[in-house]
């Protein structure tokens, strides 16, 4: 059974310029999350999916951030225009229904974004 | 705020047995998880820990305090793969369920 892959896993832009970044979850999996990893800090929650209606995007840090998951199955995460802050790791996750109640998230490598 | 603790760096060798803290302040608790992470890889889940006491899988075991808000991870026969970063996390009280607030992980390095 494929794991959580997300692509591109690495990614080098300017300021200013757009990053689109994409997911495909475990298949079967209704939960995608994404969380993102500034140098230093800890893995902080973005949002959460269930199915393509996002459940909880208390986490996306403004609206320069634009999760999709339309038919329910991969996600994209698209920043628009990229600040220099926006630099880290972007991790997508899944589970199935409840799993991060129990604690157990499926997570993707990540995807590396370098703002210049 | 919800906030996790743990030591950022811990040192052992080859066949040792270490443990890693951690403590969380939390304003409702579901449970504390943990996490492995090798560098650039994903992180793997490890154990759940809902109710106090120790809950063993092959060589890594976790326990859990709730009276103390407190948990660890010991990992025993240590081997050079064990080399990477472990987390706590804990899911936000009152939050979707897929909120997870996490510590900012201790780098453990195996030596021969």
């Known amino acids: 059974e494929a794991g959580v892959t997300q692509f591109p896993s690495h990614s080098v832009i300017e300021k200013g310029q757009t990053v689109t970044l994409r997911c495909d979850p475990i298949s079967g999996h209704d939960n995608l999350y994404w969380y993102r990893r500034v140098m230093g800090k800890e893995i902080k929650f973005l949002l959460h999916?269930?199915?393509?209606?996002?459940?909880?995007e208390s986490g996306m840090p403004n609206n320069r951030f634009l999760a999709e998951r339309t038919g329910g199955t991969y996600s994209t995460l698209k920043v628009q225009p990229a600040e220099l802050e926006d630099s880290g790791v972007y991790f997508c996750a899944s589970s199935q229904e409840g799993g991060a109640i129990t604690g157990e998230l499926f997570f993707g490598e990540g995807s590396r974004l370098t703002v210049l | 705020g919800q906030s996790l603790e743990q030591p950022s760096e811990v040192t052992a060798v080859e066949g040792a047995i270490v443990q890693i803290n951690c403590t969380y302040q939390t304003s409702g608790f579901y449970g504390l998880s943990w996490y492995q992470q090798h560098d650039g890889g994903a992180p793997t889940f490890l154990s759940y820990?809902?109710?106090?006491g120790l809950e063993e899988t092959g060589r890594f075991s976790s326990f859990l305090s709730r009276s103390d808000s407190y948990g660890y991870l010991l990992l025993q026969e240590l081997q050079m793969k064990d080399s990477a970063s472990y987390f706590c996390?804990?899911?936000?009280?009152?939050?979707?369920?897929?909120?997870?607030?996490f510590g900012k992980g201790t780098k453990l390095s195996v030596k021969p």
């Open positions: 820990n809902a109710l106090d």
């Open positions: 999916f269930v199915k393509e209606s996002k459940q909880d």
């Open positions: 996390a804990v899911p936000y009280y009152g939050g979707s369920q897929g909120n997870l607030i």
